[in-house]
C-alpha cells in the first residue's frame, strides 16, 4: 500500500496513469467531500482536469459497476493490483451528455509509446498554459 502524503502528486499520477494503461484495478483509501473514509476498488477509465484545476479519475466502481469521479488529492492510499480489469469498458451510450458544468477539457498530443510519467508532464505543462 502507497500513502500519498509519503510521495509528490506527479508520483502518485504515473502509478496510477500506469495502472490505466496496464488495465490493473487500484484499491484505494478516499476521503468523501464530508469528511468520511471509504475503501473502493475501482477500474480507472480516463483521467480529467476540472475548470478549478482539480485532477480526477473517472472510473469504474467494482462493488456498484458505476462509473464515479475520485479526486486526486482526496486519495489517501492506494494499492495497485497485478490482475486485469472484470468489469465491461463503458461505452459512448453509457456516458451521460455534455450537461456536467466545471469541467475544462485540456487537449493534450502525445505519441502512443509515451511513457507514463512523460504523458504526466505534458499534462502538467497544458494546464499550466
Given at each position: 500500500?502507497?500513502?500519498?502524503?509519503?510521495?509528490?502528486?506527479?508520483?502518485?499520477?504515473?502509478r496510477?496513469?500506469?495502472?490505466?494503461?496496464?488495465r490493473?484495478p487500484?484499491?484505494i483509501t478516499?476521503?468523501k467531500?464530508?469528511?468520511?473514509?471509504?475503501?473502493?476498488?475501482?477500474?480507472?477509465?480516463?483521467?480529467?482536469?476540472?475548470?478549478a484545476?482539480?485532477?480526477?479519475?473517472?472510473a469504474?466502481?467494482r462493488d456498484?459497476?458505476?462509473?464515479r469521479?475520485?479526486?486526486?488529492?482526496?486519495?489517501?492510499?492506494?494499492?495497485?493490483?497485478?490482475s486485469?480489469?472484470?468489469?465491461?469498458?463503458p461505452?459512448a451510450?453509457?456516458k451521460?451528455a455534455?450537461?456536467?458544468?466545471?469541467?475544462a477539457?485540456?487537449?493534450?498530443?502525445y505519441?502512443?509509446?509515451?511513457?507514463a510519467?512523460a504523458?504526466?508532464?505534458?499534462?502538467a505543462?497544458?494546464?499550466?498554459?
Amino acid at each position: 500500500m502507497r500513502h500519498t502524503k509519503n510521495e509528490t502528486t506527479t508520483q502518485t499520477l504515473t502509478r496510477l496513469i500506469t495502472a490505466l494503461d496496464k488495465r490493473q484495478p487500484v484499491t484505494i483509501t478516499y476521503t468523501k467531500a464530508d469528511g468520511t473514509e471509504t475503501i473502493r476498488t475501482i477500474e480507472i477509465h480516463d483521467v480529467i482536469v476540472t475548470a478549478a484545476g482539480d485532477i480526477v479519475l473517472r472510473a469504474a466502481d467494482r462493488d456498484t459497476a458505476e462509473m464515479r469521479s475520485f479526486r486526486v488529492d482526496r486519495i489517501q492510499a492506494y494499492t495497485i493490483h497485478r490482475s486485469a480489469y472484470t468489469l465491461a469498458r463503458p461505452t459512448a451510450v453509457d456516458k451521460p451528455a455534455r450537461t456536467t458544468t466545471g469541467l475544462a477539457t485540456v487537449t493534450v498530443l502525445y505519441p502512443v509509446d509515451c511513457p507514463a510519467i512523460a504523458r504526466v508532464e505534458l499534462l502538467a505543462d497544458a494546464l499550466a498554459a
